[in-house]
């Protein structure tokens, strides 16, 4: 599989790209800074310079032109500001959806958010973030064109993962590894009958696969 992923440069994006890499699909990740491409490389990624806040839909749909998924995992990440949030988490979000049908890329997955919601209450930096997340989410359910799966983590650590979680609809909040969060990815990918579904992860007892296959029906 090709597998175009927005935020190819974040922490999750590199991991993912690592797997997908070690299991011989093609991953190209979106990064607006030239001088992350050796990064990308050695993760076993394509970089693609393209920079969400600022192309058109047509130029983000070039990049996605012949792939087979396409992953959301782009973030305004700490320190941004609401105005951020809002481009980034959302707006950039809503562009990659219309991107991937204008270009035809059905599977789609989101990196979202435990907690996040359109109507959160706040005025916290944070608040606006899950808000936007919410948004965004929202936005991805209403499309007949593609076969979406959102992801909602809890709390994110660089402890070293350990292929254990908790996958279900609502798990209540709890930590979780970027490693388990870029594994889950990887399975979500090959498992289309989780198409339509809002998925919380947490750390648990439950192997990813298994997880996976739990939620998907299998």
Not at 17 to 31: Q, S
Not at 131 to 160: C, Q
Not at 177 to 198: H, I
Request: aromatic share 2%; charged share 25%.
């Amino acid at each position: 599989m090709r597998i175009v992923i927005a935020g190819g440069h974040g922490q999750i994006a590199l991991r993912l790209e690592r797997l997908l890499a070690a299991r011989g699909d093609e991953a190209a990740g979106l990064i607006r800074n030239a001088g992350q491409e050796a990064d990308l490389r050695a993760a076993g990624a394509e970089p693609v310079l393209c920079d969400l806040e600022s192309a058109s839909v047509d130029e983000v749909a070039e990049k996605l032109r012949g792939a087979d998924a396409a992953v959301f995992a782009a973030g305004a990440g700490p320190g941004s500001g609401v105005d951020r949030k809002n481009t980034v988490d959302r707006d950039a979000a809503v562009l990659f959806a219309d991107a991937a049908e204008r270009a035809g890329v059905r599977r789609y997955v989101v990196v979202s958010s435990m907690g996040a919601d359109p109507a959160h209450q706040g005025d916290e930096v944070f608040d606006a973030y899950l808000r936007a997340k919410g948004e965004a989410d929202a936005n991805v359910r209403a499309r007949a064109a593609l076969d979406w799966t959102i992801l909602r983590p809890g709390m994110l650590t660089d402890d070293a993962g350990t292929g254990l979680v908790r996958l279900e609809a609502s798990t209540g909040r709890g930590p979780v590894p970027r490693d388990d969060v870029a594994a889950v990815l990887a399975e979500l990918l090959e498992t289309s009958a989780t198409a339509g579904l809002t998925l919380e992860l947490v750390s648990g007892s439950v192997p990813v696969s298994v997880a996976v296959k739990s939620v998907a029906g299998n």
